[in-house]
C-alpha cells in the first residue's frame, strides 16, 4: 500500500511538472505573439496573411531626392548607406526629365536607376516642385515596406550615421513637418476661400518627413494642390528663384512660394496636425545680408562652401536643440524618445568641395 502510494505520487508529481511546462511555453507563445503584434501596430506593417511568428521585414525609409540632375555629393551618400542596412531604405531620384543615373552620371552603385521614369520640368519653388514631390511618393508608395518618407535636395547632407538617424525617425508615429501659423501680409491669396480658409494657412520647410498616412494624403490630394496652382504663385525675382526669397518690402503682389505652404496647409486642412511633430529636421541658415539692392534683399539659404567647412560648423548645427518660431512666439524645445535631443539630422546646402573636406577632417562622420 505505502509502496503504490509513493508510485502514484511520483507519478503525479511528474504530471504536475508537465502541466507547469505547459502552461509555461502557452505563456511564452502568448507573449511572443502580443510583442509581435505591438511591433507590426506601431509600425503598421501591410502584411496581413502573414503568419504570427513569421520573419518580420523591417520598415524601410524612402530616401527622396530632389535634384536638378547630377548628385554632387553621391559620394558621401555611398558612405552614409554601405554597410549592414540593407532592406532599411529605399531611393528615389526626381531629376530633369530623360536623366538616367548610371556608371556614366553617378559614382555610386546605389543611385543606378534610381530616377523616377515620370519626371517633370521643374521650376525652382514653383507648384511644379509640389508635383514632383507627389511624383516621388508615388514611386516609393509602391513599396509597402517604405514607412517614412524623407525629402532631401541634391546639396543636403546627413549629419549622423543611418542608424542614428533611422531610429530617430522611426522612434515616433509622426511626421516631422514644421508648421506655423502664416500671418505675413500678402502670401495667403484670399482668393483661395473658401477651399482654403485663412486659418488654416501655414507655413514651413519643404524638406519634411512623412509617415505612410500623410504620403498617401499628399498622393490623393485633389482640392488643396489646384488652389495653389491657380492662387499660389511666387512673384517674379528670377535670379532668386533657386533660393527661395522672402522679399521685406511690404508689395502687394503675392508672393506665395507654394513648396513652403502646401503640405503644411494640406495636413492643417486635413485636420492632421495632431499626427505631426512640428519641427523640420534639415537645417538651414537664412541669410539677410548677402543683397544690397533694397529692391532685390531677400532671405535666402547660405551655402557653405570649401572656406566654410570646419569641424566648428558642424558641431554648432549639431548642438542646436530648440527653435524659435517667430509667429507664434513660440519656442520649440527639441526631443527624442521622451528625452530632450538635438533637432537636426540633416543640413544644407553644401558644396561638394565643402563636403569632401568635412569628411577628410573627421568633422562629418556619416557610416
Ligand atoms: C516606369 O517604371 C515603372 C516601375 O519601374 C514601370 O512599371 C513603368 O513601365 C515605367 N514607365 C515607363 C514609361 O518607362
Ligand atoms: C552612430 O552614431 C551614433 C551617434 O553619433 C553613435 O553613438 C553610434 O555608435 C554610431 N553607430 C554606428 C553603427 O556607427
Ligand atoms: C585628407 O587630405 C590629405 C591631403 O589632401 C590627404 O593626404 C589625407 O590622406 C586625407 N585624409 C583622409 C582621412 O582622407
Not at 90 to 101: A, K, T, Y
Request: proline fraction near 5%; charge should be positive.
Amino acid at each position: 500500500m505505502k509502496r503504490r502510494n509513493s508510485l502514484q505520487q511520483q507519478r503525479s508529481s511528474r504530471w504536475r511538472i508537465k502541466v507547469l511546462l505547459m502552461v509555461l511555453l502557452l505563456v511564452l507563445c502568448f507573449l511572443l505573439m502580443l510583442n509581435h503584434y505591438r511591433y507590426t501596430q506601431t509600425f503598421k506593417f501591410n502584411m496581413p496573411e502573414a503568419p504570427a511568428l513569421a520573419v518580420v521585414n523591417k520598415p524601410k525609409i524612402a530616401f527622396l531626392f530632389i535634384a536638378r540632375n547630377r548628385l554632387p555629393l553621391d559620394f558621401m551618400w555611398d558612405e552614409f548607406f554601405r554597410g549592414e542596412k540593407e532592406g532599411k531604405f529605399s531611393i528615389f531620384v526626381h531629376s530633369r526629365p530623360g536623366f538616367l543615373l548610371n556608371e556614366v552620371t553617378t559614382r555610386s552603385a546605389y543611385f543606378y536607376g534610381r530616377q523616377v521614369n515620370n519626371s517633370i520640368q521643374v521650376e525652382w519653388g514653383e507648384s511644379s516642385m509640389i508635383e514632383a514631390e507627389r511624383v516621388l511618393l508615388k514611386n516609393a508608395l509602391m513599396d509597402p515596406l517604405n514607412e517614412r518618407f524623407l525629402f532631401l535636395s541634391d546639396s543636403c547632407i546627413p549629419l549622423y550615421n543611418f542608424s542614428y538617424i533611422y531610429h530617430y525617425i522611426m522612434s515616433t508615429s509622426t511626421s516631422f513637418i514644421d508648421s506655423f501659423a502664416d500671418t505675413k501680409e500678402g502670401r495667403y491669396n484670399p482668393r483661395m476661400y473658401p477651399t482654403i480658409p485663412g486659418y488654416n494657412w501655414r507655413k514651413g520647410s519643404q524638406w519634411v518627413v512623412l509617415t505612410r498616412k500623410h504620403a498617401e494624403v499628399m498622393v490623393n490630394d485633389d482640392t488643396v494642390l489646384p488652389e495653389f496652382q491657380s492662387h499660389c504663385r511666387r512673384k517674379s525675382l528670377p535670379e532668386f528663384w533657386r533660393d527661395h526669397p522672402l522679399p521685406v518690402d511690404g508689395s502687394k503682389e503675392h508672393n506665395c512660394i507654394p513648396d513652403e505652404h502646401y503640405v503644411q496647409t494640406l495636413i492643417a486642412q486635413k485636420g492632421l496636425e495632431g499626427e505631426i511633430t512640428r519641427r523640420t529636421l534639415t537645417h538651414t541658415l537664412w541669410d539677410l545680408s548677402s543683397s544690397k539692392d533694397r529692391e532685390r534683399r531677400g532671405w535666402h539659404p547660405v551655402t557653405y562652401k570649401l572656406s566654410d567647412a570646419t569641424p566648428m560648423l558642424i558641431k554648432s548645427i549639431k548642438s542646436i536643440d530648440n527653435v524659435y518660431y517667430e509667429t507664434e512666439y513660440r519656442r520649440e524645445w527639441c526631443r527624442s524618445q521622451g528625452r530632450p535631443s538635438t533637432c537636426f539630422l540633416f543640413a544644407r546646402k553644401f558644396t561638394r568641395a565643402a563636403v569632401i573636406r568635412l569628411l577628410n577632417m573627421s568633422a562629418l562622420v556619416v557610416n
